[in-house]
């Protein structure tokens, strides 16, 4: 029998990943006119989140504001299908650590977020590469940055960008808790707030725009 909170999280995603999606295909002014709301929002979550700490409340906003900013980067000058290739890379990883912690249990994996599982981890790792590696063989000869780089170094980067993702989660869930809040927000059915949701996202693009990218424009030549 499915769970009125699972019944609540698939209706929230069909009608989140199509409007999602059509922005970030558009691209330029559409796309980030539809960040800097989703940006605004998660501001708003965050604040609320960290009341009275002046601090880590100021961090955490510049934090946020590079983070979309690097989004904005990856998308615009790096392209379309890398900028999808990362965001599968972490909706997979949060698909897989859900469904494979629901069905498999088993230890916990930390105190800070006690609905983590290490059969969560190792689904979250497995479902990543399984899609990461999908993708990529569908797009054929798109996307220069994914085909021509060595296989080896693809599947690593899979792992280490899904590696990100699930420790964004952690620190998002680190704040919950210092909080006392189960989610962030109550925006979206079944997911809580948009931080809830793109947790991970917020500290894959930032990573991957400070780590992954220059390695790999040095060694494609990507940018002109």
Request: charged residues 15%; hydrophobic residues 50%.
């Amino acid at each position: 029998m499915m769970s009125k909170e699972l019944k609540n999280r698939i209706l929230s995603s069909i009608i989140l990943i199509p409007v999602a999606i059509f922005f970030i295909i558009q691209g330029s002014v559409s796309f980030i006119f539809f960040l800097s709301l989703i940006f605004l929002i998660t501001s708003f979550e965050w604040l609320k989140m960290t009341n009275k700490k002046d601090l880590v409340k100021i961090f955490g906003l510049l934090f946020l504001f590079f983070s979309f900013y690097s989004v904005i980067y990856i998308r615009q000058y790096i392209g379309l299908n890398f900028f999808l290739f990362l965001l599968i890379i972490c909706i997979s990883t949060d698909t897989g650590g859900y469904l494979f912690g629901k069905i498999f249990k088993g230890p916990k994996l930390i105190n800070i977020s006690p609905n983590k599982t290490y059969s969560g981890v190792i689904g979250s790792f497995l479902f990543s590469i399984l899609f990461g590696l999908t993708y990529i063989n569908y797009l054929g000869e798109k996307s220069k940055i994914l085909l021509d780089t060595d296989p080896i170094f693809i599947i690593l980067l899979i792992f280490f960008i899904s590696l990100i993702s699930q420790i964004g989660d952690l620190i998002i869930s680190y704040f919950k808790r210092k909080a006392k809040l189960k989610d962030t927000g109550k925006i979206l059915p079944g997911h809580g707030g948009f931080l809830d949701r793109i947790d991970g996202l917020i500290f894959v693009m930032p990573v991957t725009y400070l780590l992954v990218l220059p390695i790999l424009i040095h060694k494609l030549d990507l940018i002109r």
